[in-house]
């Protein structure tokens, strides 16, 4: 790689490699072991940096192993060995090209929020009671794939309908990378199908709105007590029916953004305000995000698709059995596996499609 582009990356890899090494060396000494947050915050250095050094390390071998092939066959003259020479050169040189790719999207700025546990938010829009039904589904859609990383699922709150649906469902998601991957849910989800109560035939569109949010701690988002107004209640199931005798529910209401949440899915009272307050910090948090967003013109052409909430995003078609990601063209015919949480190959596609746009606009700036 030439160019002042490159001279800048590699020095920038030299230094993580040396950085590396203090991070390793720093380890080993008993005052650091002892002091368990300077430990911690070292771990977790550790971890961000080896994917990098590691592919660097290969891609010096590889380098050196190109040089050692040049050198062999300027002075190698059996045919035989030759040959072996030039693949094992030419092997080298693809690996390379492979490893420059892979080292560029690892120092890819990261988003400080990858790491994040999220707070996933689901309603029901446009299509009534079916389009309820399709949020219930998309709930169990997501519970599953999080049960596949072994991630931890927590309901914080719901709005059931009587026939299996939900309005309305709140609910956090806890574990490693977390939002790096869910972050790309976030919009409307369409769904095609002909509802249980259509005695036609006749095909349906409903939608429902998916939001992802990172959770956030109390110094992320200051809330002050005097724009908050804290109702208690006793929690109730569908119909009205009283599921606790005690007034555990609780309904929060933020004055100056007009939001409000509840949360009854605990016997605790304390438990409850403290899921709502979580679920609180994050909405307020997330509408920050979006002021961001909406504030840079750059950052969303760096984004898979326009990012807004309200963007169409993916459509289920259940006659077709198909799933398409409208933001990257991906149609896939495997509906059956995608409702039951199997959406990694979409993840998957979104994060390369978004690596590739941001790669795109490193050099276009460059």
Known sequence: MDGRKGIDMFDKLEDLLIRFEEILSELGEPTVTNNQERFR??????????????????????????EDSLSMLEEESDEDMRDMLKEELNAAKKRVEELEQELKILLLPKDPND????????????????????????????????????????????????????????????????????????GVHRVQRVPETESGGRIHTSTITVAVMPEVEDVDVVIDDKDIRIDVMRASGNGGQCVNTTDSAVRLTHYPTGIVVYSQT?????????????????????????????????????????????????????????????????????????????????????????????????????
């Open 115 to 186: 790491d994040k546990n999220v707070i996933v938010e689901i309603r029901a829009g446009a299509g009534g009671d079916e389009a309820a039904l399709f949020a219930a589904e998309m709930y169990r859609l997501y519970v599953h794939y999080a049960e596949s990383q072994r991630w931890k699922v927590e309901t914080l709150n719901v709005d059931e309908i009587g026939i299996g649906g939900m309005k309305e469902v709140n609910f956090m998601i806890s574990g490693q990378g977390a939002y790096s991957k869910l972050k790309y849910e976030s």
């Open 266 to 366: 605990e016997k605790s009272q304390l438990q409850n305000k403290a899921k709502a307050f979580a679920l609180l910090r994050a909405k307020l948090y997330d509408i920050e995000q979006q002021k961001a967003h909406d504030a840079e013109a750059q950052l969303r052409r760096s984004q898979i698709g326009t990012g807004d909430r309200s963007e169409k995003i993916r459509t289920y078609n259940f006659p077709q059995g198909r799933v398409t990601d409208h933001r990257i063209n991906l149609t896939l015919y495997k509906l059956d596996k995608v409702m039951d949480g199997d959406i990694q190959e979409i993840l998957d596609a979104c994060i390369a499609a978004d690596q590739a746009r941001k790669l795109c606009l490193i050099n276009q700036e460059a």
């Open 41 to 66: 915050a070292l771990m977790k250095e550790q971890s961000d940096l080896t994917p990098i050094v590691e592919a660097y390390k290969e891609y010096k071998k590889c380098r050196q192993d190109i």
